[in-house]
């Protein structure tokens, strides 16, 4: 009997938990950019920030190229994931508003693009990666103003690392 409640608290204490590749509280709303334009995202783009869980980093940077094409936006180019670089080439496609679907990955939610589209900040529901993409090099406002929106979106502020 004491063994059996013991097993079950433990279950009730590890449900809450995030994994080690979770980098949001899913108990908290998350919202993608409504009124995010697609089409304004053609371009290179250099990642600039991301999630990860070790402070030390075993990838450096990422960039992306969106190009328009018949049923979306080709995308094409490495991504740093959780300290991993990650190639990331396919079709994206809109699954909602503000929300992209890649061919072998999460759906993307754009979590908020500055008015200029200088700036994307994008995560998952699940919280299993966020980062940060930028036509060139960030702004020190816009960076905060990313890290910001993730926060508001239930992510750990501990994860976010410039790069």
Do not use: H
């Not at 013991?6 to 919202?31: E, N, S």
């Amino acid at each position: 009997m004491i063994l059996a409640l013991a097993l079950v608290l433990t279950a009730c204490v590890g449900a809450g938990r995030k994994g080690d590749a979770d980098f949001r509280d899913a108990k908290v709303p998350i919202w993608s950019a409504a009124a995010f334009a697609p089409a304004r995202i053609v371009g290179r783009w250099q990642q600039v920030a991301t999630y990860q869980a070790k402070p030390e980093a075993t990838c450096r940077e990422g960039r992306l190229d969106f190009e328009a094409a018949p049923a979306g936006l080709a995308v094409e180019g490495v991504l740093c994931l959780n300290g991993t670089a990650r190639k990331v080439s396919g079709l994206a496609t809109v699954s909602g508003p503000g929300r992209l679907q890649v061919k072998g990955q999460e759906d993307w939610w754009i979590l908020w693009v500055d008015d200029g589209y200088r700036t994307l900040a994008i995560g998952t529901p699940s919280g299993r990666f966020g980062f940060v993409l930028d036509r060139g090099v960030a702004a020190p406002d816009r960076l905060v103003a990313a890290r910001e929106i993730f926060d508001f979106n239930g992510y750990d502020r501990a994860g976010f690392r410039a790069l």
